[in-house]
């Protein structure tokens, strides 16, 4: 079973006194690792589409009991379990996505790189000819062979808004959905192929973004951040982004990318630049893909309604904080 774990902060402005105590928490946590600490881990940020400053804690396990036992007793993971949102002066949310390895696939452009979960130890990326052709994605997932990985219900709004303010809520997406988070590292880049980046393949890679964000309904998009990753030591921002998407499942993640015109203006550059550059591509971009199960555990701590999946969470439960 692979573990991505995201625990975030919800607040005013990045440099709001709760964000500076999530840093300092994440900090600590860090500093003298468990036996169950993450085996990779990033710090991300994002604004969201009501103007909150996002801070993101993302963890990777490869054992699940592990990850149990940091929730459980590391102090970011109890900090999260503890919060009583009825006295929050600020919103925080857990998104725990934890699937069997036939249920999962991960790619990167560029060989000798490895991001998000390929940073666990034991994790070996090698090269594939299962790529370069729409359902591509789909043929890397071994459970693909014997499974349509369909949702069994159809993607809809929810008739009323999850309010959690003052509440924690917990929400279940439905049964197949896609999570993908897509990256892009350009640290590396100098002169034409920075400008190149910058000035073209972001703008276009925002573009498609943009579309999906306004589409949801249409689009079977569940939620989209954009965000941005932040240095481990020095937490300073980074020339490296990752969107986070989750997909009602993976067909109209897979819609889009063949035959949308914002993701062929993104395929169609990035193909002219490796063809380009071929080896000397200093742009490296990746994706990781999970296909989740309904049991997947995601909670919202005195968030506003439009956070993550509660749009269109399809069960919701409110728990006790008084437990």
């Known amino acids: 079973m692979m573990t991505a774990d995201y625990i975030a902060i919800q ?36 604004v969201d589409g009501a103007g909150r400053f996002n801070l993101v804690h993302i963890g990777y396990w490869r054992d699940p009991n592990k ?29 725990t996505i934890q699937v069997p390895v036939d249920r999962l696939e991960t790619i990167v452009s560029k060989e000798g790189w490895s991001f998000g979960l390929a940073n666990c130890p034991m994790i070996e990326m090698r090269l594939t000819t299962t790529n370069g052709y729409f359902g591509a994605a789909r043929d890397r997932f071994p459970l693909s062979a014997i499974d349509r990985l369909e949702a069994p219900s159809p993607h809809r709004r929810r008739a009323t808004p999850a309010l959690s303010l003052g509440r924690r809520l917990r929400a279940e997406c439905g049964h197949n959905t896609a999570v993908i988070r897509s990256g892009q590292h350009w640290a590396s880049s100098l ?104 049991n997947s555990n995601f909670e919202y701590v005195n968030c506003h309604a439009d956070t993550g999946i509660l749009p269109f969470a399809q069960t919701l439960m409110a728990v006790d904080d008084a437990n």
Do not use: C
């Not at 949801?216 to 980074?238: C, I, K, P, Y």
């Open 67 to 95: 990850h149990a036992a940091w929730i459980l007793g590391a102090p970011l993971g109890k900090w999260f379990t503890s919060l009583d949102a009825r006295h929050a002066n600020f919103g925080a949310w857990r998104e």
């Open 191 to 294: 002169g034409e192929q920075l400008v190149d980046y910058e000035s073209s393949l972001q703008p276009k890679l925002m573009a498609g973004m943009d579309h999906l964000s306004r589409n949801q309904e249409t689009e079977g998009v569940l939620s989209l951040r954009v965000m941005t990753n932040h240095d481990l030591e020095t937490f300073a921002s980074v020339q490296q982004t990752s969107v986070l998407a989750y997909f009602n499942s993976l067909e109209p993640l897979e819609k889009w990318a063949e035959s949308h015109a914002t993701h062929a203006a993104i395929y169609e550059h990035a193909i002219d630049k490796q063809r380009e550059f071929g080896a000397d591509r200093q742009v490296v971009t990746w994706h990781e893909v999970f296909i989740v199960t309904r």
């Open 11 to 46: 607040t005013s402005d990045s440099n709001s006194p709760e964000s500076i105590n999530f840093l300092n928490l994440i900090r600590s946590a860090h500093r003298t690792p468990r036996q169950d600490s993450p085996e990779a881990w990033e710090l991300t940020s994002f």
